[in-house]
Nanobody, 128 residues
């Protein structure tokens, strides 16, 4: 069992930066593939970024590529999402997800159903 707790959300202006953290419980964090998803009001949950267990493979949604950076610190059981040049359309609840299923394909990481564990989410609001 893995428990995930997100933090770092808030209200910022367009162009600002935020750093989200996702702290995981459990001794097997380093075996888990991780991702960030977001969901805006009235919209479906969408993939933002994913990182494999070792950090050697990373994927981004086209909408955030070049602005967001995902990373992980296995010693701290934490995955991060650095968000720069924020836009109003980035406004959403951001959630992290984890799984210990093996897959090295982009198609796995963009699929919410592939992940077994989810955090409660943290609100990010970007004003124009």
């Amino acid at each position: 069992q893995v428990q995930l707790v997100e933090s770092g959300g808030g209200l910022v202006q367009a162009g600002d930066s935020l750093r989200l953290s996702c702290a995981a419980s459990g001794r097997t964090f380093s075996e888990n593939n991780m991702a960030w998803f977001r969901q805006a009001p009235g919209k479906e949950r969408e993939f933002v970024a994913g990182i494999n267990w070792s950090g050697s493979r990373i994927w981004y949604a086209d909408s955030v590529k070049g602005r967001f950076t995902i990373s992980r610190d296995n010693a701290k059981n934490t995955v991060y999402l650095q968000m720069n040049s924020l836009k109003p359309e980035d406004t959403a609840v951001y959630s992290c997800a984890a799984t210990n299923r093996g897959c090295s394909a982009y198609g796995c990481y963009v699929t919410p159903g592939w992940f077994d564990y989810w955090g409660q989410g943290t609100q990010v609001t970007v004003s124009s």
